[in-house]
């Protein structure tokens, strides 16, 4: 976009003789370009917004009138027609034509060369753009200046809305706002942005650079995904009025050092969440001294009160943030795939609840520091149930029949479910042999209700069940070797 100045500011500007004869209300149009055309029609050869010279040499009073609207219609800025060549003074039917369709029409006297006005004019649109350069420049020092305040991002904002004059608005990846700045801010938040933001992140998500534009009479607003290799965040402007090339500079700055700042957080926080899985391990490990050593210089420290350990089974960056300030890690010994929380025994059900909004919970009994791995075991079988079932959040202490398991040798538990159910794991049947058993057993043998949870038909889980006494050599008639597929399946991981 051509920075351009005024028909007012060029005519104050050349001082040489200039007289406004027509559309003197309309000065204030900006001037693109001069054009300089003896043509009956030069329209075909400009593109709108120029300042058309001419000294009238094919113009009379029969076409004037057609000429000024084929320029009106064009979009010129404006007629400047010179005298003392073609005519002594402009043509009454021109003056009144321009008069009567609001056209600038402006006298150039024959001393002002043409050139003069044109070479004006340039000089005029290099200044301009070199204020626009040097505020843009300018903007982008203050936002960087605020950048580096304490406050970070919040300040950038803060900035961003007075350099626009409008409202900036910050927002993490799920759409919730992190902080906003200027008047309308608060009613821009209150408005549905979800979805510019789902478009954004489809978009994003295929590599390629976006941004959202939203026009109306009243409102401009821009969004602007936030994050290098993935959206971490949106910043979300808007303004009265369109945005003019410095303002969309400055959008651009303030969008590069809120990426700069959301990726430099997002490392510090991949940090803190592999020292918090470090931590886990030792407390796991029964090395609790130097776990709890380990958080004090994080600036932390467990609960001395009994402990309840969650287990969390769902996409870890949702469970970590539903986390809040609870101690939550990765549980590394599970692949990564599984979010363990410490949290004290007066807290568990609340946070349990919370994490049950974002993936699977299992939950054990409350446990003093030196048994968070029984804990663990615990809350591991919880989660367990809670994928076989439809509960979300399923506690320890709820599982039937955990009485007696709590009596059993946990290795020696495993050693034998792992030896009686390896024939089913390896079996390489297509069908789920183990679900197929676990529903028969809950079910307690009954063929329909069985069939029914798994979604198949009796007959099909007949024939499962024929195979899984053929692989176990067992006979699933007898109460015994139920009772035993059923601790097999309980305590398995």
Not at 23 to 31: H, I, Q, S, T
Not at 145 to 166: C, K, M, N, S, T
Not at 320 to 327: K, N, T, V
């Amino acid at each position: 976009m051509v920075v351009a100045p005024t028909l007012s500011t060029v005519m104050r500007r050349l001082q040489l003789g200039l007289v406004v004869l027509a559309g003197r209300e309309a000065l204030d149009r900006p001037v693109r370009w001069v054009a300089v055309s003896e043509l009956e029609d030069p329209t075909p050869f400009l593109e709108g917004g120029e300042l058309v010279l001419t000294t009238g040499m094919r113009l009379d009073a029969g076409n004037a009138g057609p000429y000024v609207e084929r320029l009106v219609a064009r979009g010129v800025a404006g007629l400047g027609f010179g005298v003392g060549l073609g005519h002594e003074t402009i043509p009454e039917a021109l003056v009144e034509a321009a008069a009567r369709a609001g056209l600038p029409l402006v006298e150039v006297p024959r001393d002002t060369p043409f050139v003069a006005i044109g070479k004006t004019v340039s000089e005029l649109i290099a200044a301009e753009q070199y204020d626009e350069l040097s505020n843009a420049f300018a903007a982008q020092g203050r936002l960087t200046r605020a950048a580096l305040r304490p406050e970070g991002p919040r300040a950038v904002i803060d900035r961003l809305a007075r350099e626009l004059g409008g409202w900036a608005i910050l927002l993490d990846e799920a759409g919730t706002v992190r902080h906003l700045a200027g008047r309308g801010a608060a009613a821009a938040a209150a408005g549905d942005l979800g979805p510019e933001l789902e478009r954004l992140r489809r978009i994003t998500s295929q590599g390629a650079p976006a941004s959202v534009a939203l026009s109306s009479p009243e409102e401009h607003v821009i969004v602007r995904p936030l994050g290098a290799r993935r959206v971490r965040g949106f910043l979300a402007v808007g303004a009265g009025r369109s945005f003019t090339p410095v303002a969309h500079t400055v959008v651009n700055a303030a969008a590069s050092l809120l990426t700069l700042a959301v990726e430099h957080g997002g490392e510090h926080l991949a940090a803190e969440r592999r020292v918090r899985s470090a931590v886990l391990r030792l407390l796991l490990a029964g090395q609790a001294d130097a776990g709890r050593e380990t958080l004090e210089r994080l600036g932390e420290r467990l609960d001395g009160g009994p402990l309840v350990v969650v287990a969390c089974a769902g996409e870890p960056e949702a469970l970590l943030e539903a986390a809040g300030s609870e101690f939550a890690a990765a549980d590394g010994d599970a692949g990564g795939d599984r979010v363990v929380l410490l949290v004290p025994a007066s807290r568990a059900g609340a946070v349990a609840a919370a994490l049950g909004e974002h993936g699977l919970v299992g939950v054990g009994d409350p446990v003093g520091l030196g048994d968070l791995r029984a804990g663990l075991d615990q809350a591991g079988r919880a989660l367990a149930a809670a994928g076989h079932g439809t509960a979300r959040v399923v506690r320890f202490a709820d599982l039937a029949g955990q009485g007696l398991l709590s009596l059993l040798d946990a290795d020696v538990a495993e050693a034998f479910s792992s030896a009686l159910l390896a024939p089913l794991r390896e079996s390489g049947s297509r069908a789920d042999l183990l679900g197929s058993l676990r529903a028969y057993l809950d079910c307690n043998g009954h063929w329909d209700a069985a069939a029914q949870r798994l979604g198949v038909h009796r007959h099909t889980l007949r024939y499962r069940m024929r195979r899984v006494a053929e692989l176990v050599g067992r006979d699933l008639e007898d109460p015994a070797v139920r009772a035993e597929l059923w601790v097999a399946l309980a305590v398995a991981r």
